[in-house]
């Protein structure tokens, strides 16, 4: 079950404690359950737009896409990639802008299969993402809430996890233990790439990001993963197409290509980077 524990008021950061389906701190802000389980921390005055993050209808693209498993190559590097002192029972992961929840929960899966029970909370701005979420799996703790502003103490997990994210490290390395790691998921340079050159007159390109490092982490370990898959319809194609940024960025007449296509084999070019935080330097007097 999920536990909801040892987070903090978005208000005021006072620790939260849960009364069956309520969650309070000492300054009388309460947070309701929803019906099938998550809790939303993002106050109103935190919120940029009135529904931020990803509608409803990419939500139900991106879970219609993902729920064919093309991307578990993805899942499977990420747990052989793990650092192995991280990789033990009670360990506490934070899947930082989540969306519809399939990586978090396929994580806990395959971490169960070999034995190891982590503690799990999956946080995503979009509210459409958390109640696909949260009807998927109810052993995660699912929060609205934003990176921005997290809803936790200091200390408070020991893996980040930022998948196709927006990563704000100055949080992510707040909310780490120490020694904590992060990893963050990326597309490489040949991402989809058979589907770019039909969207796009030329190709950009690739410029790696974060390429003078992070703040507060040292990279620990970069892995590329490639694999292809098939998409062998017009509707799955535009499943995959409304999860990519290309849906806003590709003109109309690249858009209007795809659409003759009745199926189409694609490279996935993922790379994977963790980090660990770096521990702060005591100053001997
Ligand atoms: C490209 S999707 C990736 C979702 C998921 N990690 C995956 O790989 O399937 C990016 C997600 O980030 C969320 N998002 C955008 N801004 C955010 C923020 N400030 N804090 C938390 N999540 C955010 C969006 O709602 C969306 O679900
Ligand atoms: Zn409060």
């Keep these: 079950m999920s536990t909801l524990e040892n987070l903090s008021c978005p208000i005021d950061s006072a620790l939260l404690i849960r009364h069956e389906r309520v969650l309070t701190c000492e300054h009388g802000h309460t947070y309701d359950l929803a019906k099938t389980g998550y809790v939303n921390l993002l106050p109103v005055q935190n919120k940029r737009s009135k529904d931020p993050g990803d509608s409803k209808e990419m939500v139900v693209a991106r879970q219609a896409f993902l729920n064919q498993h093309h991307y578990f190559p993805i899942v499977s590097a990420i747990l052989s990639s793990w650092p192995k002192d991280h990789l033990v029972s009670g360990v506490r992961i934070l899947d930082a802008g989540c969306g519809e929840g399939y990586y978090l929960s396929e994580i806990g899966h395959a971490m169960s299969q070999q034995g190891i029970d982590a503690e799990r909370t ?72 058979e589907l770019r050159e039909i969207l796009y007159p030329s190709i950009h390109d ?45 003109s109309y007449e690249g858009r209007e290509a795809v659409k003759q296509l009745d199926s189409i084999i694609l490279t996935a070019d993922i790379k994977l980077r963790w980090y660990r935080k770096k521990t702060k330097e005591v100053n001997h007097v």
């Design 206 to 250: 690739y410029k790696q990001t974060f390429s003078e490092g992070i703040a507060d982490f040292e990279l620990v370990l970069e892995q590329a993963e490639t694999f292809t898959f098939t998409l062998n319809t017009q509707e799955k194609i535009q499943e995959l197409l409304s999860m990519t940024p290309h849906i806003h960025k590709a």
């Design 122 to 193: 999956g946080l995503d701005i979009s509210k459409w993402a958390i109640v696909a979420a949260s009807k998927r799996d109810k052993t995660v703790s699912w929060l609205v809430g934003s990176n921005a502003s997290l809803p936790a103490p200091n200390e408070r997990y020991d893996a980040v996890l930022c998948l196709f994210g927006f990563p704000i490290f100055k949080e992510f390395a707040r909310v780490l233990s120490e020694d904590g790691l992060m990893l963050l998921v990326e597309s490489g340079p040949n991402h989809l790439i």
